[in-house]
């Protein structure tokens, strides 16, 4: 059995029980996931609860880590452990702390027009095994935009401005803006998705359940993959400052 702990709390707005249950669902619907749900993060700071996991999913918005707490998940992501999250779950879930942010691979700044934005996602056929069997699809919800690492691998995006917001980026030229992204830390696999405002989103868009579902089995399968291939951290460590 693989194990997975989801940590979920922070700003109730991002119904952080009803995600987190949802997550736990699609996991244990492939019936070999043990899925552990908790509400403090203080289980950060336990390295051998860490050392035990293969994906540690994040739910938890707007809040504080502490420097042992992050040093921890970015140390066991560096060993394999993958690492997955949605909307503000996992790129809005510290932003005060900038080397989450490099791990993760973005941070949320702005969802201009608020709550029920229509707008389209454009899946990136041929990025990833993520997106195998997925369609371009139409969402209503808040259309996030994040400062990114261009390091990432895409598999989805939308377009800004949206037509019919104004705001003060329209000055601006048209972009596509990453919904879904993959990347590593170390010889951990991460994955997000920018969708998940609130859990009826997966609701009602299909796609977007099936896209965040694939995306967890992925992150899930880092372990394995670098226990099989031997992988050590030695060539990643360094004691320089780097925050």
Known sequence: MKRALIIQGGWEGHEPLLTSQRFANMLREE???EVQIEDNLTYLEKEEHLNAIDLLIMCWTMGKITEEQRDNVSKFVGKGMGLAGAHGGMCDAFREDTQWQFMTGGQW???PGGDGVDYMVQIHHGSSPIVSGLMDFSVSSEQYYLHIDPAIEVLASTRFPH????????SNKSIDMPVAWTKFWGNGRIFYQSLGHQDRVFEESPVAHQLMKQGLLWAGESKKEAESLQLTTERFENDAKMY
């Open 31 to 33: 019936g070999d996931w």
């Open 109 to 111: 700044v702005s969802h």
């Open 163 to 170: 037509p019919d917001v104004p705001y003060y980026h329209l």
